[in-house]
């Protein structure tokens, strides 16, 4: 079935808007992680007018604004913008969709994405806008998860799931890959085709340490709106299933200070000519 755009953003939308709160306490201190690489190949330097898109609680634009930059956040969820508001009151938030940014042509000198590309129906269209609002010469920079074989917190969860067939939530409109630029090849092809010159993809991988299964399960449940939402939608005794199957799973990486998980993702960026 084709992806239905507009329903698949309006269910983006309700979903952050509904876990802003936990989102902002358990999942992005994960989110966190490809931060400053971001900040760094956006060459992000005092005065720069920045623009981080579909900032979620704001840890990318409060970076920037730590460097000295003029920041400005947007996300499609006013829940997120709220947020992200109340957290930064010295940075501009907004409520937009990437593919409509209420800006002018050239308005930025470097446009941040940090983890939110597979969550736009249309990346080529978004990128596009993206682009449309940086002035010559600017930096766009993005975060992209890996694919869940090396990304493991996604991972986990995605197994869980499929270990009890559990059916996608039915609010998730069908259709959309999230993985696609889990493959450093097609992200690259993906800020090539919107115009970037220098483009380069870096792998990025770490270890996220998390002191027990129930501080990762609220870091999936908490935060990953998508995926998360299959285990979200079932009963009680399922949801309890579901938390022993990650229990068990997740001992794979048991530490001795608890579960010390590997994480991986890409920062994609490209200069504007
Ligand atoms: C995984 S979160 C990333 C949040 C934040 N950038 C971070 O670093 O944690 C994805 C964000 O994308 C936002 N989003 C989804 N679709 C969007 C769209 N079409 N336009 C703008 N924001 C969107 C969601 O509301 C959510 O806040």
Not at 52 to 61: I, K, L, M, R
Not at 97 to 115: E, I, R
């Amino acid at each position: 079935m084709a992806l239905d755009a507009r329903a698949f953003t309006a269910f983006e939308s309700s979903a952050h808007d509904r876990i802003a709160g936990s989102y902002s306490e358990h999942f992005a201190p994960l989110t966190s992680f490809a931060v400053m690489p971001l900040v760094e190949a956006a060459r992000i330097t005092p005065g720069r007018r920045v623009l981080d898109v579909a900032t979620g609680p704001g840890v990318a634009a409060a970076a920037a604004k730590e460097r000295g930059a003029v920041t400005t956040g947007v996300d499609v969820s006013a829940g997120m913008v709220a947020l992200a508001q109340k957290t930064h009151p010295d940075i501009e938030f907004h409520v937009a969709d990437v593919l409509a940014l209420p800006f002018a042509d050239g308005a930025f000198d470097a446009v941040l994405c940090n983890f939110a590309l597979g969550h736009f129906p249309e990346p080529e269209a978004a990128l596009a806008e993206c682009v449309r609002v940086l002035a010559a010469g600017g930096m766009l920079a993005f975060s992209w998860w890996d694919h869940p074989d090396r990304q493991r917190v996604q991972g986990l969860f995605r197994e869980t799931i499929a270990e009890l067939e559990l059916p996608p939530h039915p609010a998730v409109p069908e259709g959309h890959d999230t993985l696609r630029f889990s493959d450093p090849k097609a992200f690259a092809q993906l800020l090539r085709a919107a115009g970037l010159m220098e483009v380069a993809v870096t792998a990025c991988r770490a270890f996220y340490m998390v002191p027990d299964a129930d501080a990762l399960w609220n870091i999936g449940m908490g935060g990953m709106a998508v995926t998360a939402s299959a285990i979200a939608a079932q009963n009680t005794a399922t949801q309890a299933r579901a938390r022993h199957v990650l229990a068990r799973r997740a001992e794979a990486y048991r530490a001795a200070a608890g579960l010390q998980i590997p994480i991986s993702y890409y920062i994609g960026a490209g200069r504007r000519s």
